[in-house]
T-cell receptor
Framework: EPEVTQTPSHQVTQMGQEVILRCVPI?????FYWYRQILGQKVEFLVS????????KSEIFDDQFSVERPDGSNFTLKIRSTKLEDSAMYFC???????????FGPGTRLTVL | AQSVTQLDSQVPVFEEAPVELRCNYS??????LFWYVQYPNQGLQLLLK??????LVKGINGFEAEFNKSQTSFHLRKPSVHISDTAEYFC????????????FGTGTRLKVLA
């Protein structure tokens, strides 16, 4: 099973600050995803990324969010100006193909104060 | 649009007893179905998946699930649970074409009692 690491494991930030969450797939994969889980709620899709561009995004993924692969290995999610409601667990996932199962990282817990 | 319902938020069960975690989905198109498990402070681990073929799917750790198209269900079962099965279990669906994001249910917390 492919391994995915995420850093940091826990991020605490002040409202209005920018945060960058990182995902590092150990092996090469084609498709990358970000999901989030607000405490006590379901896991929600944010965005998918293929061939260095966004292939799909949800309504949650507004202009405050962006994704990129800055060096061909890391996959980052940036929140430009965090809000209290951005507090959640953020999961990165990868898959080798469009219809393949997704493999998830351990998540980053973001706390916005 | 697709949706997933996991009716039971928590399921307590004694060790070595059988368990069934329920998952129902709604979709106007064909879907793939998945069960993931989340142990404390860990990510989501794939338990099993249904893509096509046999409706009875066997996964890791002795779990299995049966796809029932007429009832739009994909219930997860294990004949004898262990303490180590205590975790959160998520059912998810994705379309078979057009988009491949997962739609998750709200999760079921399985608590195995000694």
């Amino acid at each position: 099973e492919p391994e995915v690491t995420q850093t940091p494991s826990h991020q605490v930030t002040q409202m209005g600050q920018e945060v960058i969450l990182r995902c590092v797939p150990i092996s090469n994969h084609l498709y990358f995803y970000w999901y989030r889980q607000i405490l006590g709620q379901k896991v929600e899709f944010l965005v998918s990324f293929y061939n260095n561009e966004i292939s799909e995004k949800s309504e949650i993924f507004d202009d405050q969010f962006s994704v990129e692969r800055p060096d061909g290995s890391n996959f980052t999610l940036k929140i430009r100006s965090t809000k209290l409601e951005d507090s959640a667990m953020y999961f990165c996932a990868i898959s080798g193909g469009r219809y393949n199962e997704q493999f998830f990282g351990p998540g980053t817990r973001l706390t916005v104060l | 649009a697709q949706s997933v319902t996991q009716l039971d938020s928590q399921v307590p069960v004694f060790e070595e007893a059988p368990v069934e975690l329920r998952c129902n989905y709604s979709s106007s198109v064909s879907v793939y179905l998945f069960w993931y498990v989340q142990y404390p402070n860990q990510g989501l681990q794939l338990l099993l998946k249904y893509l096509s073929g046999s409706t009875l799917v066997k996964g890791i750790n002795g779990f299995e699930a049966e796809f029932n198209k007429s009832q739009t269900s994909f219930h997860l079962r294990k004949p004898s649970v262990h303490i180590s099965d205590t975790a959160e279990y998520f059912c998810a669906v994705s379309r078979t074409s057009g988009t491949y994001k997962y739609i998750f249910g709200t999760g079921t917390r399985l608590k195995v009692l000694a």
